[in-house]
Each structure stands twice: as structure tokens, then as C-alpha cells.
């Protein structure tokens, strides 16, 4: 039963353009949240996080915005390069059990030139 | 600095076999998670522990996984006997309790079992 869902399993954006990935969650004790990057051969690497008190984080190119209401959140990327092409991994954490972090099936992000 | 270190990149074997997947965490961390990738689940979490000591493995599919940590240094995930479906790539990832989320990856071990 998939509490972290994201259901585009590919997106294709053209470079200097936006990229909006997103994120459902069905559990409303998430408290933190999490985007993670992998690269082909690599593990995955924290790229930004958010806490249910805030509804953006903005980190240079890219901005989580978290709507609790909903049970979604997104990722947006602007502008995108060439290398933001990787598969982005939404996470999910409880307080109690902080450290442990439940993903989502990753949606792979092109960016065509 | 090494990062969190993986063993072996790739394993082939045959169904029946034991499999040992290894983990050596950064230096300094006292949280291990091991979890699997797989293209329908995304990333699982098996079993994570903390100072050494197995916290949750409610994710650990049966009774054919475990996994041990001996020391701060060290974990190891086996899967005794392996089947096809065990197929994946696991990950070992470590962290310092009390940064929520940040967690550090190895660089995985693709199983492949046929």
C-alpha cells in the first residue's frame, strides 16, 4: 500500500523551461518531506526538504511547495538544465520516526536541449 | 571524505542461493537503513537501525532476509535462499539521528537472480 505516491513515472521538459514534479501522501501524520535525486549508477542525494509548518522552501532553482489540505506537494525546477536530468524521489517522515523516510516510485525527468 | 560503501556493485546467482550484500556507513553516523528499489515500489525501507541496534524491520519481506549490524562499521543484508522476485537493487544508507531525513546512500548493489 503505496502512502507516498508519484504518478508520473516520466516527464520530458524542454532546458530554460519549467519542470513541476509532483507528490501525493495518504498518511496525514507526515510531518517532513523530502526530495531526493538519483543519477544512473549512483545512490540518491537529498536535494530539498520542507516541514508541514511551511507551505514553500526555496532553495536557488528549486522550490517544494506543500499544500497539507490536499496531501500533495511538488517540486519545481526553474530554469532547467540539462543536468536536473535524473529520477526525483519524493519522501516522506512521521515526527516520532523521523529517521525513517517513506519514497515514492521516483518519476524520471529529461530535459531535452 | 568516503561516503557510505557498498558491496559488491553487482551480484548474479542462481535461485537457491544465499546472497550477502555489505555496508560500511560514514565514519560518525550512528543510523543504517538498508532499502530496495524496484521499478513498481520505488524505494522500500527493509529494516534500519540505530547505534547498532535493529530498530524497525517491519519492511523485511520474509523470513529468507536478514540483516545484522556487529559493530558502527559494519551491516550486512542476507537473503537465504534468493528467488527470482529478490531481484533489485539495494541500498545502504546511513545518517546521524536527529537530522530528519538526510539521509547519505551508498552507491547500491544490483541483484540479479536467475
Known amino acids: 500500500d503505496q502512502q507516498v505516491k508519484q504518478n508520473s513515472p516520466s516527464l520530458s521538459v524542454q532546458e530554460g523551461r519549467i519542470s513541476i514534479l509532483n507528490c501525493d501522501y495518504t498518511?496525514?501524520?507526515?510531518?517532513?518531506f523530502l526530495w531526493y535525486k538519483k543519477y544512473p549508477a549512483e545512490g540518491p542525494t537529498f536535494l530539498i526538504s520542507?516541514?508541514?509548518?511551511?507551505d514553500k522552501n526555496e532553495d536557488g532553482r528549486f522550490t517544494v511547495f506543500l499544500n497539507k489540505s490536499a496531501k500533495h506537494l511538488s517540486l519545481h525546477i526553474v530554469p532547467s538544465q540539462p543536468g536536473d536530468s535524473a529520477v526525483y524521489f519524493c519522501?516522506?517522515?512521521?515526527?516520532?520516526?523521523?529517521?525513517?523516510?517513506?519514497f515514492g516510485q521516483g518519476t524520471r525527468l529529461t530535459i531535452n536541449p | 571524505d568516503a561516503g557510505v560503501i557498498q558491496s559488491p556493485r553487482h551480484e548474479v546467482t542462481e535461485m537457491g542461493q544465499e546472497v550477502t550484500l555489505r555496508c560500511k556507513p560514514i565514519?560518525?553516523?550512528?543510523?543504517l537503513f538498508w532499502y530496495r528499489q524496484t521499478m513498481m515500489r520505488g524505494l522500500e525501507l527493509l529494516i534500519y537501525?540505530?547505534?547498532?541496534?535493529?530498530?524497525?524491520d517491519s519492511g523485511m519481506p520474509e523470513d529468507r532476509f536478514s540483516a545484522k549490524m556487529p559493530n558502527a562499521s559494519f551491516s550486512t543484508l542476507k537473503i537465504q535462499p534468493s528467488e527470482p522476485r529478490d531481484s533489485a537493487v539495494y541500498f545502504c544508507?546511513?545518517?546521524?539521528?536527529?537530522?530528519?531525513?538526510?539521509?547519505?546512500f551508498g552507491e547500491g548493489s544490483r541483484l540479479t537472480v536467475l
Open positions: 565514519s560518525g553516523h550512528n543510523s
Open positions: 544508507a546511513s545518517s546521524l539521528w536527529g537530522r530528519t531525513g538526510e539521509l547519505f
Open positions: 519522501a516522506a517522515s512521521l515526527i516520532q520516526g523521523a529517521q525513517k523516510l517513506v
Open positions: 537501525f540505530n547505534n547498532n541496534v535493529p530498530i524497525d
Open positions: 520542507i516541514s508541514s509548518i511551511k
Open positions: 498518511n496525514s501524520m507526515f510531518d517532513y
